[in-house]
């Protein structure tokens, strides 16, 4: 796969993510990679718990308009540079420009089931378990376009960056090592 569609595929809420996690995720569940030291003279917060409040409020946000956003057949991108940035931004109107192209729509709703800090200094690094087992995406004749044997908790390395508004996303992979979720 190309550099660009990696992200997008991840970013996008459904469908593109479940693509991703059947080639980039390792099975066998266990515990999230253990976190990095945060020490830094430049930390954008003064705790991990702190942190993890933030990266948390930030992704929920992301969530919510990529959610959105299939759900109304990827046409309105006007809220994404409101919660992403750099990659993640730029894989996401990639994606919605593809996706409203080909008449596609989203059902249900993809959520974080867990986060856990990996690092916090300039920007924050996390580890999350995204839930996409109650979603679905639609293509135009009324049939999924989701494979049925799709990985429904994928582990995702998200790194965020800071805004006068808060954290946006600035990039999201899937997590190569041992599967945390």
Known sequence: MPRRRAPLLIA???AAALAVSLTGCVGGGGDAPSPKPTASKSALFSSDEEALKAAEKAY????DVANELGQGGWKDTSKLADVAAGQVLESELDGALEFAAKGY???GASTMDSMRIQSSGSEVAAYVCRDVSTTDVIGPDGVS???ADRLTRLPLQVVFEETRDGLRLTESKTWSGKDFC
Request: aromatic share 8%; hydrophobic share 55%.
């Open 60 to 63: 929920q946000a992301y969530l």
């Open 12 to 14: 996008l809420a459904t």
């Open 145 to 147: 376009i989701v494979r």
């Open 105 to 107: 729509v989203q059902s």
